[in-house]
Structure formats: C-alpha cells, structure tokens
C-alpha cells in the first residue's frame, strides 16, 4: 500500500510539472496576442539564406510603412514555419508557389488565385508574387560535367556510378528526388545532406549532384553548372509573401509594393552579395530596397553578428538552466517515490527512455503545434531529454543504499526525513550527480538545435553559418558551446569536492 501511495504521489508531480509548463504556456501566449493587438507585426522565414534574406527585405519594408517589426528569421522548414503562421506565432513569411501546392495544399495547380483561395480556408492568405522563379534544380561542377558531357538531366541515367547528395528536404518532397527518379528512371541512391553542407560537399568532390535553387548565388561562387531539366519535371516556384488572413490592411499594402520588383538574375545577384561579398543579410536587403525607393536611404546596417556573442550564450544558459532545473525538480522526486518498487521504476525509466529514442529535431517540430516556436517548446522538449540520464541514476543511487544502514538509522530513532538527510542522500549523492552532469552536457548540445524553432542560443549563428557556408560562423557558435560543456564539467567537479563526503570520493577513483 505504502508503494502504490508513493507511485501516485510520483505521478502527481509529473501531472503538476506538466500543469504548469501549460500555465507558462498560456500566460506567453496571451502576451504574444497582446503584442499582436498592440500592432507589432512578426516576420519569419525559414532557415535558408534566400528565406531570410526575404524576411528581412520584408521586415524592412514594413518598417519604412511606418509599422513596428520583430523578426523571427532562421527557423526551420517547411514544417516549422508554416506550423507558426498557423498558430499565429508569425504573422507572414516568404514562401514559393510550387512548395505551397505540392508541399502543403498538395494539388498541382500552382496558380496565385487557386492558391490564395486554398490559404483562406486556413485562414490565411497569398500575395502577389515577387517576380522571380527560384525553382528546383539538380547542379554539378561545370568542369565535371563537361568531361561528361551531361548537360541535362537526362544524361545522368547513362552516369549510375555518380554519387547524389540530395537534401532531405528534396528527398522527402512529393515534388522532389522519388517522383524526378521516376520521370528520368534514374538509377542512383542519394545520401541526405544539409543544403549549405551539400555545396561544400560537391566543390571537394564528395558528391557529384546535389540539388539546387536556381537563385543560389553559390551557382557563380562554386563555378557550378544547373542541369536543364529536359523532361519540364520541376513547377514554378514563384516566391510570394505568405501572411495571416488578418494582418493590417497597411502591412498588405507595403508588402504588395514588392510585387514583381525581383527577377531571378538579381536575386541571384542578392544571394551572392551575403554568400559571396559576406555582406549582412540586413544590409544587401536595405541596399536593394533603397535602389528601388521603398526606403529614403540605405541606413548603417552592418553585421553585428560579433557583437552578439554574449545575447546567444545568456540565452543558451537559460535554455539549458531552465531545463535542467526543471528535471531535477520532476526527476528527483519521482525517483525517490519509485525506488522502492521494481515495478513502478521500470515503468518509468521505459518511458523516460522512450522518450530518449525521439530524435532532437523531431521532437523539437512536434512541440510546434502544441507550444508554438520560442524558448518554451525547446525548454519542453530538453527537459524531456534530461529526465532519462537524471531518473535512471536516482534510482540506481537510491535502490542501492545498503538496507542495513537504513535499517540501523531506523532503530537509533531517525525520522525519515533525517534518514535522508543523513543516510540515503549522502551515500546516494555520486550518482545523483553524474546523472545530473549527463543531463546537463546533452542539454548544451541539443539546446543548438532550438535555432530551429526560434529559440535562440548558441544554435542560432550555427544553422546561419549552415545557410550561408561560412564555417566561421558555425564555430562561432560551436566553440562557445563547446567551451560551456567544458566548463559545466569542471563546475560539478567542483559540486562533488563540496557535496560528497572525502571516504565517497576516494572510492570513486579508479
């Protein structure tokens, strides 16, 4: 009886974490609609470099309207930010009319008028188009391609030795790699690459094809040559603002002067200034809109991204803090109410380790519909993470005290909370805290995948360098990160001199 109260009380705690993680959840949602009343309008984009050079063109357009702007730039794909316009975390994003049909409304006109009429259902809607085609492409090195002779993509099923890296976007799209494998009876099996990975990856011979945007400016910096697609496989894909059925009549109107003002060579041109020249996305976009006078001038918009070392790594401490604290607070408990029942504790270390078999960035996408993106869904989603490391050593820690110590501590007359105290906390401490300095080292890791889902931190210049190929940028953010796991490590050595007791210690080294 003793052990099914101590079950249910373990429960309970799970029930209250849990309750109030949604009151969080609740009171950042009604802030964010309070933001939206107070007439703050939220641009997102998606992670890649064309997506948020787009997001900021639009964020400045707005700006220039006379409208207050935040940006939510660098999310992750399709998934993630058409997921947040849904739920209202974003007002409106770039988006392409061939991702629109086949991606997500799944029909084959790509039309603006069909596909605006299909958004209203969703309570959405699409604007005029900007003027260029970023359509799908397959791309290689020119001189490979010449010494081949392959200039369409017909040619590549007389070529099956060719390695495809493909990314995993493109392999998983119903417009993508199955249906193009198809129409060209390709016979080569791709390997997923992330995209800005996939450029470097052919440039040093890797691969042979990936796929490309037809507006990459990376075409012209890597020397590549697009295959003609000679079988007319691939839709347009005509770039438009995607925005919310309700957003402010003056927001629909400064957007729609942006209609039909990008052709593709000078997007293409836009994309190389970033990727190419190393100009921020901010100022290419304030430099292409003071060109075509939707500002008066272009101002000092220089990348900072220097400067924002210490914004990402408070923001990361408070990612993984805030989750690792929140761990404890579950973990420690329950642990400590199911020790005693080998029933109970396999139940929940099998669901604290299924929870472990998730991967990160799925997990972290399935928190969009229930949490929408920001700092709450990553903390949900690490706090997940950390409980499997935390529970399965409390309940180690716990159920291997010595019962006779117990058993004495009983008889001299030691209270229960003093047999704790005393006796079980301090025999149980060594690995207490290396399940906690675990949890704590996957939390620094993972946390850099929250880039994804807006969440900031230290992921955030990683998945830009990513878009960008600039590998600078990516240890900018990785060596930080990095350096904070080192620095966790030796903060719980200290933890431990201070916390368990000397004869402890010395049993523990090796």
């Known amino acids: 009886m003793e052990r099914l109260r101590a079950g249910r009380r373990g429960w309970w705690m799970i029930a209250a974490a849990l309750g109030a993680l949604l009151l969080i959840n609740g009171l950042l949602g009604m802030a964010s609609s309070e933001s939206r009343e107070a007439g703050v309008i939220t641009v997102g984009s998606k992670a890649d470099r064309e997506g948020h050079l787009l997001g900021e063109i639009f964020a400045q357009t707005l700006e220039a309207a006379g409208l207050r702007v935040e940006r939510r730039l660098g999310l992750g794909q399709t998934i993630v930010t058409y997921q947040a316009l849904l739920e209202g975390e974003i007002d409106l994003y770039p988006e392409y009319t061939g991702t629109l049909a086949h991606g997500i409304f799944e029909v084959e006109q790509t039309d603006i008028d069909t596909l605006d009429r299909l958004a209203w259902a969703q309570g959405l809607r699409v604007l005029p188009a900007l003027g260029f085609n970023n359509t799908y492409a397959l791309a290689m090195r020119r001189t490979e391609a010449q010494r081949l002779n392959i200039r369409r993509i017909s040619d590549l099923a007389a070529h099956p030795d060719l390695v495809f890296g493909l990314s995993h976007e493109f392999i998983g799209r119903q417009d993508g790699w199955a249906e193009l494998r198809s129409r060209y009876a390709l016979p080569q099996s791709p390997v997923g690459l992330e995209h800005g ?11 042979d094809v990936t796929d490309a945007y037809s507006t990459d400016g990376d075409i012209e910096r890597f020397d590549l040559i697009l295959l003609q697609d000679d079988k007319n496989y691939f839709p347009r894909y005509l770039a438009v603002p995607l925005v919310a059925g309700d957003l402010p009549v003056a927001a629909v109107a400064a957007l729609r002067r942006l209609a039909g003002l990008i052709d593709e060579r000078e997007m293409q041109e836009l994309n190389a200034e970033v990727s190419t020249a190393g100009r921020g996305f901010a100022a290419v976009a304030a430099g292409f809109l003071a060109k075509h006078g939707i500002v008066p001038s272009q101002p ?120 704790l105290r005393y006796i079980i906390l301090p025999l149980a401490m060594p690995n207490l805290l290396t399940g906690i300095r675990t949890a704590a080292i996957i939390n620094i890791g993972t946390a850099t995948l929250a880039a994804f889902i807006g969440a900031g931190g230290l992921g955030e210049p990683i998945v830009t360098g990513l878009s960008l190929n600039d590998y600078q940028l990516v240890l900018y953010g990785a060596i930080p990160a990095a350096l904070l796991a080192i620095v966790t490590e030796l ?9 368990i007791p000397a004869h402890l210690r010395a049993s523990r080294r090796p």
């Open 197 to 207: 990975i996939a450029y470097q990856a052919l440039v040093e011979g890797s691969i």
């Open 300 to 419: 000092d918009t220089h990348s900072r991204r220097w400067q924002r070392l210490g914004t990402h790594l408070i923001e990361h401490l408070q990612l993984t803090g805030i989750a690792l604290g929140l761990a404890c607070l579950v973990g420690l408990p329950l642990s400590l109410a199911v020790h005693r029942s080998p029933r109970l504790s396999r139940i929940v270390l099998y669901v604290a380790g299924l929870l472990q078999t998730i991967p990160s960035i799925a997990l972290l996408a399935l928190m969009v519909p229930l949490f929408g993106i920001g700092m709450l869904p990553a903390v949900i989603a690490l706090f997940l993470y950390s409980l499997l490391p935390i529970v399965r050593a409390a309940i180690t820690a716990l159920a291997t005290v010595d019962p006779l110590l117990v058993n004495v501590a009983r008889g001299i007359g030691l209270t229960g909370a003093e047999q």
């Open 491 to 499: 903060l719980f050595e200290l933890g431990e001199w201070a916390l």
